[in-house]
């Protein structure tokens, strides 16, 4: 059964920083990691993916340059006011079709609440 657990969440001021982390059990092979996030009011949206096997990344415009993913963390620098949201990691356990999209995704962690004040 495949489980994944976020941590590292928490608030911090304008232009800090925070990693998440997201531990995953129950899963192997090559696969699809993502982080998504949910604001008040707001849909789920991606802000980044990694294929675990090959190393590829892809960013939402948003956060470009700003986060960096990696198979377990996503490491969050220059945050702003509009990253408050909830954060997602999530799996899909085939190497390929991972866009930036919920849908795609078929297991998810229970999140963890970032808050950036400015």
């Known amino acids: 059964q495949v489980q994944l657990v976020e941590s590292g969440g928490g608030s911090v001021q304008a232009r800090g920083s925070l990693t998440l982390s997201c531990a995953a059990s129950?899963?192997?092979?090559?696969?699809?990691m993502a982080w998504f996030r949910q604001a008040p009011g707001k849909e789920r949206e991606g802000v980044a993916r990694i294929i675990t096997g090959s190393g590829s990344t892809i960013y939402a415009d948003s956060v470009k340059g700003r986060f960096t993913i990696s198979r377990v963390l996503l490491q969050m620098n220059s945050l702003k006011p509009e990253d408050t949201a909830m954060y997602y990691c999530a799996a899909r356990t085939l190497s390929y079709g991972c866009a930036l999209d919920p849908v795609y995704y078929n297991y998810w962690g229970q999140g963890t609440q970032v808050t950036v004040s400015s």
């Open positions: 129950g899963i192997g092979g090559s696969y699809c």
